[in-house]
Every structure is written in structure tokens, then in C-alpha cells.
């Protein structure tokens, strides 16, 4: 699976739009980028995922460029309890029988 | 809704026991993950299930991490002669093996210290 880089931490103000950037520039043709959280003793939680196409759900959106280098997880509304850990992950489909990899992800704050 | 549940959430154990960790996943869903998380790190796989059948070992440990899911349901994560290292929080997943993606759904985790 394609390696993935995102920034260690990030601050975003309660209210305002989180933007949470991921690179994967050796992304395969096949792959998809999956975003996870991790609220503080709670196991990982699913947001959203897309192959090449931008998509919305009722957590988030996530924009993936033209070329699929880079996606960008887009939390409208930031509250406090989305101060989380979030993880951004490329994998095959489940067909490759491949489970997903977690990285260090992005430490999140949400500040009042 | 019952989502995956974890037991025992905690455990203290001393140096060279076993300990064994239980999952019960979504009662639909036929793959079932292992993973174990320390401190500022992710989740790091271990093993996973579809059904009964163990389909990727080789990321458990050691020879002293095994784990069962004998009737395709429930499954089990025994750790033997523990080490304090084994210090972490065990996580379990759950998903269906159907259509292209299958989110992993999780449980709380079961958190292991070793003394």
C-alpha cells in the first residue's frame, strides 16, 4: 500500500473549517484514500473514503486532486468533540485482501 | 445497534502470564481484525479472519501471539509468557467482505499492562 504523509498536529478554532492535508504521491490506480479518527481512549472510527471523485457525508468531505497525490479531509464545523487523532490510509480494495495500515495521523485540537 | 464489543477493557497482569483477550464483532459481519496500539503510535495490525479462517498471521509478534475464531463468531487473542512490552491497547475490527471498500468498525480496545 502507498505510504502517506501528514502533518504531526494542527489547531483549528471551534466553528471554523478544519482542513487536514494528506499526501500519498505514490498512490496506485487501484487504491483509495480512506480517512479514520481517534477520539482519546476510543477505538479508530470510519469518516469517509474516495477514489478519485470528491466526497461529502454528513461528518465531512474530502477532496482528492486531479493527479491523486494529495487529499484534504474538510471538517465544515469544527466542535470540540472532533478533537481527535485522524488518520489519512491508501489501500486496494478488499479483494487484495490487504488490511488497513495506520500511520501516526494528525493530532487534531479544537480550541473554544 | 450492537457494535463490537471488547472484553476485558482492562487488564493487569504480572511477567510471564497468559492472558487472553475476547472480540464479538457485528453480528453480520464476516472479517474480524487484530490490532495493538502503544502510546502516540497507531493501530498496528496483527491478524485477520474471514470467518474461521485465519488469512494473514505473519504480522502477529511472536510465537507467544495467537488468536482463534473457531466458529467464525467471536474470537480470541492469547498472549503467552507476557512481557512488559506487551504493554498496549488491543483493538478489534470488524467488517463485511462485500463490495469494494468495507469499513472497519471498532471496539473500544482492551488495555493491557504488564508489571
Known amino acids: 500500500d502507498a505510504k502517506t504523509t501528514q502533518p504531526p498536529s494542527m489547531d483549528c478554532a471551534e466553528g471554523r473549517a478544519a482542513n487536514l492535508p494528506c499526501n500519498h504521491s505514490t498512490i496506485s490506480g487501484n487504491e483509495y484514500v480512506y480517512w479514520y479518527r481517534q477520539i482519546h481512549s476510543q477505538g479508530p472510527q470510519y469518516i469517509i473514503h474516495?477514489?478519485?471523485n470528491n466526497e461529502t457525508n454528513e461528518m465531512a468531505s474530502l477532496i482528492i486532486t486531479e493527479d491523486r497525490k494529495s487529499s484534504t479531509l474538510i471538517l465544515p464545523h469544527a466542535t470540540l468533540r472532533d478533537t481527535a487523532v485522524y488518520y489519512c490510509?491508501?489501500?486496494?480494495?478488499?479483494?487484495?485482501?490487504?488490511?488497513?495500515?495506520f500511520g501516526k495521523g494528525t493530532r487534531l485540537s479544537v480550541i473554544a | 445497534d450492537t457494535g463490537v464489543s471488547q472484553n476485558p477493557r482492562h487488564k493487569i497482569t504480572k511477567r510471564g502470564q497468559n492472558v487472553t483477550f475476547r472480540c464479538d464483532p457485528i453480528s453480520e459481519h464476516n472479517r474480524l481484525y487484530w490490532y495493538r496500539q502503544t502510546l502516540g503510535q497507531g493501530p498496528e495490525f496483527l491478524t485477520y479472519?474471514?470467518?474461521?479462517?485465519?488469512?494473514?498471521k505473519s504480522r502477529l509478534l511472536s510465537d507467544r501471539f495467537s488468536a482463534e475464531r473457531p466458529k467464525g463468531s467471536f474470537s480470541t487473542l492469547e498472549i503467552q509468557r507476557t512481557e512488559q512490552g506487551d504493554s498496549a491497547m488491543y483493538l478489534c475490527?470488524?467488517?463485511?467482505?462485500?463490495?469494494?471498500?468495507?469499513?472497519?468498525?471498532f471496539g473500544e480496545g482492551s488495555r493491557l499492562t504488564v508489571l
Open positions: 474516495g477514489l478519485k
Open positions: 475490527a470488524s467488517s463485511l467482505n462485500r463490495g469494494v471498500t468495507g469499513e472497519l468498525f
Open positions: 490510509i491508501v489501500r486496494a480494495p478488499l479483494s487484495g485482501n490487504t488490511p488497513l495500515v
Open positions: 479472519f474471514q470467518n474461521e479462517a485465519q488469512l494473514e
